[in-house]
């Protein structure tokens, strides 16, 4: 089953938090929430949501700091910002924030949610062809889909056929935390699988131990605690 798309809302009124969990809920999304800044940042960083709806005035660490290190991150989550003012709009666009898209309060629902599916389906129509680049240049790893065939510093690296499959998944979704479960369906085929997902973890102990320098403190592949494994992208 395809996973819900996931919306992370940064809000500190309350109520709007309120309306837009309800509108977004009734649409098919699941939702997070932070109150303030430096827990939306958090969010947007350890649960990668589809899209983060981003006020600009928050206690903590105000939305465009939130906006501005989220991409120092590399993520490129897509970000609607609510302003409150229109004449904020001038600001946003002003400092490139790699905002998406902005929309001013008091907005109406409906086009709310029109952003919200537009923006979410830019960006996955925007990841197709990448996902489907022959060459992945990862920095001293490089992923040559045609020959299955992937080097660090130029060495060439031994890897079975799931293992290059393992790491061609994660690389092409860097940044996105994948369970075991998912990763069990997206590599391995098995769909629906509801059995050991352990094989997973074999398989990534194996291809750390020929991609990482140090395969006890990787770099590439990370595991997220109690959620599953993402792919760091070197910057
Ligand atoms: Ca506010």
Known sequence: MERKQRVLI???????????????HKEGYDTLEAFDGIT?????????????L???????????????LLRDKGRNTPVLIITAREEEKDKI??????????????FSIRELMARVKANIRRVAMERR???????????????RRE??????DGERLDLTQREFELLTYLASHAGR??????????????????GDVRAV??????????????????????TRRGAGYYFQKEF
């Open 201 to 222: 973890d074999v398989a990534v102990r194996r291809l750390r131990e020929k991609l990482e320098d140090d395969p006890a403190q990787p770099k590439y592949i990370i």
């Open 54 to 68: 981003l006020d600009l005035m928050l206690p903590g660490m105000n939305g465009f700091e939130v906006c501005r």
């Open 177 to 194: 935390v994948f369970s075991r479960q998912e990763l069990m369906e997206r590599v391995w085929n098995y769909a629906g699988y509801v």
């Open 10 to 24: 940064v809000e500190d009124e309350k109520n709007i938090v309120d309306i837009l969990r309800f509108n977004l």
């Open 40 to 52: 939306g940042l958090r969010l947007a960083l350890e649960e990668s949501p589809d899209l983060i």
């Open 147 to 152: 020959e299955a065939l992937v080097t660090k």
């Open 93 to 106: 666009l002003g400092l490139d924030l790699g905002a998406d898209d902005y929309i001013t309060k008091p």
């Open 129 to 143: 062809p990448d996902q489907e680049a022959e060459v992945l240049d990862l920095g001293r790893l490089i992923i």
